[in-house]
């Protein structure tokens, strides 16, 4: 099935209030959820989808202070997909920081009312996905909003599906993705990185059961754990992560 799209003429969009920053490409998507009351009744009146989306950027202009919805795409449960900032464009979604490494893709479900999110819900969310791989340079890496930032977003039923590996409803899992590339440059400190390829790292990291803080703060605890970390390994202990520590917390699956 083909994306429906539903522009922003389409659904009365604002105009946003000043321009917004270019992106080239991204790592990927990072999913949302609204975080608010959503009322069941929008899953047979999508002009109720149309009114909650219109909210939603009436709040982050006049609420936030934003110039435009922080939203790249929005999807409701009609597997209809509203134009946020849209392509090529930086959302205001992910957090300070965070928004030029993903677009930001908010399924219309809330943290009361509505909350699971429906089988078109999650075509959608995958329709728009593919939308910005094919159209907008989007990477592969799907990952929820709470994914590197500290929140509750998109909602437990949600997040779940993407640690599934946000599979097609009714279909097979998604293979997994690879681990990430070595971002280039070494981590380490003094001075203190930071950064999403910091927080990738400790992501890991806390995956394997090491005890580190995801604050995408390279400093002095994280130097620590990546020192006991080389010396299990067997590698050069530096502190510091360079390619052959980064690419050895990725060879073993964890258990």
């Known amino acids: 099935m083909a994306i429906d799209l539903v522009t922003r003429r389409e659904w009365g969009a604002r105009q946003p209030r000043g321009s917004y920053s ?7 998507v990072k999913v949302h959820y609204t975080g608010g009351q959503v009322s069941p009744d929008i899953v047979n009146d999508h002009a109720k989808c149309v009114a909650l989306v219109k909210s ?21 449960p009609h597997r209809k997909v509203f134009e946020g900032r849209g392509l090529r464009n930086v959302p205001a979604a992910n957090g300070a920081g965070l ?8 399924g219309l479900v809330g943290s009361s009312g509505f909350t699971k999110p429906t ?7 995958l329709d728009a996905i593919e939308y910005l791989r094919d159209k907008g340079g989007a990477g592969r890496e799907i990952k929820g ?5 500290p929140t509750s977003c998109p ?18 899992p998604n293979p ?5 590339s070595f971002p ?34 390279y400093g002095p605890a994280s130097s620590e754990v990546c020192g006991k970390f080389q010396k299990d390994k067997g590698l050069a202990v530096t502190g510091a992560v360079d390619r052959a520590t980064w690419d050895a917390a990725w060879q073993e699956p964890i258990t």
Do not use: F
């Open 119 to 125: 089988d078109d819900i999650l075509h959608g969310i």
């Open 22 to 28: 270019r992106l080239n490409s991204t790592k990927g």
């Open 145 to 149: 909003h709470r994914d590197g930032y």
């Open 176 to 180: 997994p993705e690879p681990h990430p």
């Open 56 to 76: 939603i950027q009436n709040h982050h202009m006049d609420g936030n202070g934003w110039i435009d919805i922080g939203y790249s795409m929005l999807v409701c």
């Open 99 to 106: 928004n030029s490494a993903h677009y930001a893709v908010l």
């Open 155 to 172: 909602g437990e039923p949600l997040y779940a599906w993407v640690k599934r590996g946000a599979p097609r409803p009714g279909g097979a």
């Open 184 to 217: 280039g440059r070494t981590l380490k400190q003094p001075p203190i990185m930071q950064g999403e390829d910091v927080r990738t790292w400790q992501r890991r990291m806390r995956d394997r059961g090491w005890a580190i803080d995801v604050d995408g703060l």
